[in-house]
């Protein structure tokens, strides 16, 4: 099928690149020229596993190919997805302008049948939104007036890739789900999806794109309900690593998202979070849950700097080392990564902080100030008074801990993210503090 990608972001590249992948004849569109140009050449803006050598495939056997025009994309193209940005706006609700604009220029060079696909992250009633945006701006011979009628369906099909794993997650999905209003619009993305040999969950539009804001939600409510299982497991001297695997064998439960941390981050939990409990709001309905989700999720942050500056005592002038620091591993992205608040606070308090990341250093360094990037681990440790593991990369389970060891100039580690958890650390003559292993004296 032709299809046409409006944005070419992280959900809409992926999108584009994998359709390919499956068979159809993708064009990708972004008003970004220098993206463009450097994608039609074969290079990703963002890391992510795999993606490079299928847009790479793809573009040689001309199944996919990339313009800054939004006319030939939709022109070309039978099937049309928008995957624009959707960022909070100050009071949490999702700034939805470019989803508006992309619905304004595709209708007016609309000249045939397009199903119209939200894959943005909207709020409940987009697509009835973005059907009348359509509708008011179809060429003039297409508008109520005239006699000529101009078929268009609106759909929504909302994404689900996690970052670090997205095209694995494309191409293996749990469920496809897509909100229709029509046969038609049913059976082109039926068609669309029909080689993964999904699970499709067809449902209207508003319970489509709800789906969508619950997941991510509960989620989110997952990984908080764990961190404050974590703080009363340091508290009463139990290991949350124990307790999340006989909670996690329960099938009803599950064991994933029951990783305790410092907190969650990224460019869709605390968005999509945010954006529902504004929705719930609206509707006349205070989510006050999600409300403890996301407060519980900063104070995760803030007790690990709690934590750090009780046990380094003096913070000021003392030097803190940082393994780890985009909001997860496998991706360089830092949006709402915890890392972020977490050297800041303790840069306000005076540390030095010296900071590794196998991939995040460069989109780092444009946010945080006076950082030592330093060229791995080892680099980072030297000197340090304490060093601090914000993200879980596969790299550093592999570390020479006592070489780490060796290089520090006190021995006390930080594990955020419990990666040292089945080692001996004391045996090796760190001072070691996990999330909710129950050592913390208080
Ligand atoms: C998420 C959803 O998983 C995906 O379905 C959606 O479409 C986009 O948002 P992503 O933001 O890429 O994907 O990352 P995810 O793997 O879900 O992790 C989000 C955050 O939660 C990370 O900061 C991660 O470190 C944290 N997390 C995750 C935990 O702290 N504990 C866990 O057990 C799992």
């Keep these: 099928m032709n299809i046409a990608i409006i944005g070419s972001g992280y959900v809409g590249l992926v999108t584009g690149v994998c359709l390919a992948e499956i068979g159809h004849k993708v064009v990708c569109a972004d008003v970004d020229e220098k993206k463009i140009s450097k994608l039609k050449r074969g290079q990703i803006p963002i ?6 050598e299928l847009l790479e495939k793809n573009l ?12 030939e994309a939709t022109k070309k193209s039978t099937a049309i997805f928008i995957a624009v940005g959707t960022p909070s706006k100050k009071n949490g609700d999702a700034d939805l302008t470019y989803v508006e604009n992309v619905a304004q220029q595709v ?7 397009k199903l119209v696909i939200e894959k943005s992250t909207v ?5 009835k939104r973005v059907a009348r945006t359509i509708r008011m701006n179809l060429p003039p011979k297409y508008r ?15 994404e689900f890739l996690r970052e670090g794993s997205a095209v694995e997650d494309f191409m293996n999905p749990d469920r496809v789900v897509v909100g229709v209003e029509s046969k038609k619009a049913e059976e082109i993305l039926r068609e669309i999806y029909k080689p993964l040999k999904p699970h499709m969950v067809v449902t209207n539009i508003d319970s489509a794109e709800l789906i969508k804001h619950a997941s991510n939600s509960f989620l989110a409510t997952k990984i908080s309900f764990i961190n404050s299982l974590s703080q009363v497991c340091d508290r009463l001297g139990a290991d949350v690593l124990k307790v999340a695997e006989g909670m996690g064998l329960d099938k009803r439960i599950g064991r994933a998202f029951l990783n305790a941390g410092i907190g969650y981050g990224g460019s869709c939990f605390p968005k999509d979070v945010d954006a529902f409990v504004r929705i719930s709001e609206k ?7 999600l409300k403890e989700v996301r407060r519980i999720n900063e104070e995760q942050k803030a007790s690990f700097v709690k934590l750090v500056e009780d046990k380094l005592w003096i913070v000021k002038g003392k030097v803190v080392g940082v393994l780890g620091l985009a909001f997860k591993p496998d991706t360089d992205d830092m949006r709402s990564a915890p890392a972020i608040d977490i050297i800041e606070a303790l840069q306000r308090e005076g540390a030095k902080v010296k900071a590794y990341d196998p991939v995040a250093m460069a989109n780092a ?7 030592t990037f330093c060229r791995d681990a080892y680099a980072t440790a030297k000197g340090c008074d304490c060093l601090l593991v914000l993200t879980e990369w596969e790299e550093f389970y592999k570390l020479n801990l006592k070489k780490i060891r060796s290089a520090m100039r006190q021995p006390v580690l930080f594990d955020g993210r419990n990666v040292f958890h089945d080692k001996n650390l004391a045996a090796l003559g760190f001072e070691y503090y996990g999330v909710g292993r129950g050592t913390i004296e208080k």
């Design 47 to 52: 890391y992510e596993p795999g993606l490079e």
């Design 60 to 71: 040689k056997n001309k199944r996919l190919s990339f313009t800054t025009s939004i006319k």
């Design 107 to 113: 209708a007016a060079y609309m000249d045939d049948y």
């Design 123 to 127: 709020p409940a009633e987009t697509g």
């Design 144 to 158: 109520k007036s005239n006699k000529k009628v101009l078929e268009f369906d609106v759909a929504s099909n909302p």
């Design 283 to 289: 509707a006349g309905y205070p989510f006050d849950l």
């Design 365 to 371: 360094g444009k946010i945080l100030k006076k950082v």
